[in-house]
């Protein structure tokens, strides 16, 4: 099994920053990908941001374009999302998710973490 904890969400007002964590442990991991995705109130997930495991290429959903950073840490089997200006649309829970092929198809989920934007 691989486990995903995320850590870092919280409550914070527009324009203010967070740092979230995603932490991947378990059985040996052969990942492609790592990536986010986001699901707010009534609305259906939402992909976020992806880095690919080998080189460390980046894509990021336009609405957090210029706003959010995605890295990793090989080492740590971690990636992290960097999210600054935030608004209060970013509010939402975010998972973290590993895909073992290409940059589509994720098979382990996060159990999510919180982000509260306030205007």
């Known amino acids: 099994q691989v486990q995903l904890v995320e850590s870092g969400g919280g409550s914070v007002q527009a324009g203010g920053s967070l740092r979230l964590t995603c932490a991947a442990s378990?059985?040996?991991?052969?990942?492609?990908?790592m990536a986010w995705f986001r699901q707010a109130p009534g609305k259906e997930r939402e992909f976020v941001s992806h880095i690919r495991w080998s080189g460390g290429a980046t894509y990021y959903a336009d609405t957090v374009k210029g706003r959010f950073t995605i890295s990793r840490n090989i080492a740590k089997n971690t990636v992290y999302l960097q999210m600054n200006s935030l608004k209060p649309e970013d509010t939402a829970v975010y998972y973290c998710a590993v895909a073992r092929t290409g940059v589509s198809d994720y098979s382990y989920w996060g159990q999510g973490t919180q982000v509260t934007v306030s205007s």
């Open positions: 378990g059985r040996p991991l052969s990942m492609t990908a």
